[in-house]
């Protein structure tokens, strides 16, 4: 049986697109080390309102299939690798069963069924194995009322000075700030 048989279509496709994300992974941490920009970043933000009954259920479908605990891209790696694999021995045993592999469409029906919920099986130790992303970034706004040293320069009125604030972290951050009091100047030190 051939991965390039009309009825593996689907899941040599799969596999293609899943060689694609990783010469693509490859040749960004490539340009990444060789200094050259390739980054694309594109940031979205949506604020949806949802039905708090039916957060649970999302949240559970999403952890079912593994969404969440690993890296987008290490999951859809994940998912087109194991939907290749069920759909290829699905019809493999198909064949060998009957006589002939099943129709395109049924076979990739059941392997993409089959494959969420084996992904989110995979996903889980695959969460715990990579390390996590963490941050002690905080806003801006989480530092306005905090007590800062004035490093240089006389705050003023629009006439900032540079000075230094400690988060709830401890991290030390070099802001620009002015006295609240218009009529207020702030001495450095």
Do not use: C
């Not at 309102?49 to 259920?57: I, L, M, N, R």
């Amino acid at each position: 049986m051939s991965l390039f048989a009309d009825h593996n279509l689907p899941f040599a496709i799969a596999l293609g697109i899943m060689v694609l994300l990783a010469v693509a992974q490859v040749l960004g941490v490539s340009d990444m080390l060789d200094g050259t920009d390739a980054d694309i970043d594109i940031d979205i933000d949506l604020d949806a309102d949802t039905d708090v009954s039916t957060v649970g259920a999302v949240d559970g479908l999403m952890s079912f299939i593994g969404l969440g605990r690993v890296p987008f891209t290490i999951w859809l790696a994940s998912f087109l690798f194991i939907f290749a694999g069920i759909g290829v021995s699905t019809q493999m045993f198909a064949e060998s069963l009957t006589g002939s592999p099943l129709y395109v469409w049924l076979a990739a029906l059941i392997a993409g069924g089959a494959a969420l919920p084996v992904n989110g099986i995979v996903a889980r130790p695959l969460g715990a194995i990579l390390p996590q992303d963490e941050t002690t970034a905080v806003s801006i706004k989480s530092l306005v009322g905090r007590r800062a040293e004035i490093l240089d320069g006389t705050a003023r009125a629009a006439s900032p000075a540079r000075a230094r604030v400690r988060d709830y972290h401890g991290q030390a951050h070099n802001v620009m700030v002015e006295p609240h009091d218009q009529t207020e100047e702030l001495q450095a030190g």
